[in-house]
């Protein structure tokens, strides 16, 4: 499926920013989510720019090429949805805000932290698409699993990591990301959620 003209203009911006940033240290430096610079610069805009760079190639990769494949089926949903094409774009913005939040209030002091990626608005993104078609199959290392199935390992290990801590991944954000994710759209038409339910009893694997 080809994703929606908004899913097309956030991997492009993404890809670009996180390009230049890759190339420019000082970009990198202004736009990455660092507790400090919050706390006595005001510069707020962090808590968002964090969500258009990555660490490197293959960050970028995975969650873009995530967002290729669910966030055009997402987009089309919340057009449907809602009526109007600005509710996909802020969606995805306010979800890059809301899912680095809880990492950013623990660390709020800690001159030491740093966070960035856009893996928390790409959680919030497949989440939402679990709810909508929980047996779909996610390609998981070549094997096809069931989206529900895939949705527990991954909420079960994000916790599990986040507690264990030490691999520089934000497990935090995957967690808070995929939480608004499917409060969103419950909040947006809250027949999502007696849609799930009926699909969750009726397994079909496609």
């Known amino acids: 499926m080809i994703p929606a003209p908004v899913t097309w203009l956030l991997i492009g911006i993404t890809c670009v920013v996180s390009w230049l940033a890759f190339n420019n240290p000082k970009l990198a430096e202004r736009l990455i989510l660092w ?32 967002l290729f494949f669910f966030g055009g089926q997402i987009e089309d949903v ?40 856009a893996s928390g608005a790409v959680s919030a993104i ?20 069931p989206a529900i199935l895939y949705a527990l390992f991954y909420v079960g290990y994000s916790i599990w990591m986040d507690r264990q801590g030490g691999d520089n991944i934000n497990h935090s954000a995957h967690l808070a990301g995929a939480a608004f994710g499917v409060i969103f759209m419950v909040a947006m038409n809250p027949r999502v959620l007696q849609h799930f339910w009926q699909a969750l009893l009726q397994p079909r694997f496609f």
Not at 37 to 57: K, M, P, S, V
Not at 126 to 145: E, T
Request: glycine letters at 4%; hydrophobic letters at 50%; charged letters at 10%.
């Open 35 to 66: 507790p400090p610079a919050i706390e006595r610069n005001r510069q707020y805009d962090r808590l968002l720019t964090c969500g258009f760079i990555h660490a490197d190639f293959s960050h970028l990769l995975f969650n873009m090429v995530t």
């Open 126 to 145: 497949l989440f939402a698409f679990i709810l909508l078609a929980p047996w779909s199959l996610i390609i998981v290392m070549v094997i096809p699993v």
């Open 78 to 117: 919340m057009n449907t949805l809602s009526g109007s094409r600005l509710t996909y774009p802020a969606f995805y913005l306010a979800a890059l805000v809301v899912s680095i939040l809880p990492s950013y209030f623990k660390n709020q002091k800690n001159a030491r932290y740093y966070s960035l990626g």
